[in-house]
């Protein structure tokens, strides 16, 4: 048992690591239990045109959000002076200031945004919702500073309870009204909760207004590649929806968006576990240092790389049967998309675990290049796939743009010397294997989607 505890122990950066890998997989496991409680709850209470509806209005807030993105996590992380309270005051200030730009765009774009999708109810629905951004511009640093030391138990708890307390607010909401306000009032109840839990319970000093012009320019100088690398990353993210909110009707999004949320489970797990975690690690123990590092960086990508696709795999084969037994007969369309959305899902689990490096490295630059190759493949594979093969096209070409974009990948990692073709191979090559098989033993349901756009 001794030999078991005793690598979590101390305060190496291995012992952190292992703890806050144990954080991350807490935090994540729990925050998509919550999810899927409140999800099966609110498929009964309200109708699978609410989820289309707040899809699109989830669109635009979590669009915007990306879009003003100067990375002031990983800028916080990777500097220096992280720890310096005027730093961090002032990366606070601009972090405030984004939050009410963001609530001041939302409201600009409602009835735009309600005129091109031919939603009305928008134009009502975004500027309430956009109000949970400028609130959470308010929370503190001291989240930031938690991942940068790798100390995330806390921080778990305080998630996890603000995240319940959103989500109870929203399901009493959903059944006084029966309406998708209430879907769009969670976000708000979770924003407040947040704030206040953060600042009573994280440890370390509050912020306050301090503002020094020096620092300012240098996150912003920092965060302009990721500016436009996050950016980019909303038409990765979220393009699927841009476009087929104008193929499909709300109805059909809706168990889109539902099919999505259970394929997306395991890449989403190692999205968190990888930004909570390949930062420090690639900043302090750099891969080409010594063979030692080398050889840990391999098993730890290894380990994450093929966890994700393994997760992804599993859920390919046994999505349908989980949608037929956790939803009514009005969702049983979300199982089909639930095998190919994985399938697709599955080969990013690679990419997930090279672009960090250049983050760590300060080359957002690096990271900016290989985010536009991708969105830009993705956008017009998505495109052509919907307007050729309906749904099934459009969710094959997610799969399809990391093959494209794994050369502009290993130039990333080549570039930063994280590079392991040896590894690369067989992660293809498994991964390859597997989901055809997941494919084929569900075919007859899959092929289904071919030509579905409305």
Known sequence: ?????????????MARVLRSLTWLMMQYGGTQALRLASNLILTRILFPEAFGLMALVSLVTVGLSLFSDIGLGPAISQNPRGDDPEFLDTAWVLQVIRGFALWLLVCLLALPV??????????????????????????????????????????TVVELVAQAIGIGGMVIVALITQSVAALVLGGIFNAIARLILCNLFLPGRGNRFRWNRKIAIELMSFGKWIFLSTSLWFLISQGDRIILGRYLSLEMLGLYNIGFFLASFPTLLGHSVAN????????????????????KLRLMRAGLAGGIAGLSILMALIGPALVEFLYDDRYLTSAQIVTLMACALAPTALG??????????????????????????QIGLILTGVIWFGLFGAILAMGLTSLVTYPILVWLARRHRVWDPLLDLVFWSLTGVFCALALWAHWDEVIGLIGVIS
């Open 1 to 13: 048992m001794n030999r078991l505890i005793s690598p979590f122990q101390g305060d190496g950066l």
């Open 352 to 377: 997930t675990t090279y672009d960090l490096a250049a983050l760590a490295a300060g080359d957002s630059r690096s990271y900016f290049i290989y985010s536009s190759a991708r969105a830009a493949a």
């Open 276 to 295: 909570g975690m390949l930062i420090p690690i690639y900043r302090d123990r750099p891969a080409h240092a010594t063979p030692e590092n080398f050889r």
């Open 114 to 155: 309600a005129q091109f999708y031919g939603e009305p109810d928008l134009a009502y629905y975004l500027p309430i919702a956009g109000l949970g951004t400028a609130i959470s511009g308010f929370v503190p640093t001291k989240v930031q500073t938690a991942h940068r030391h790798l100390l995330l138990g806390r921080l």
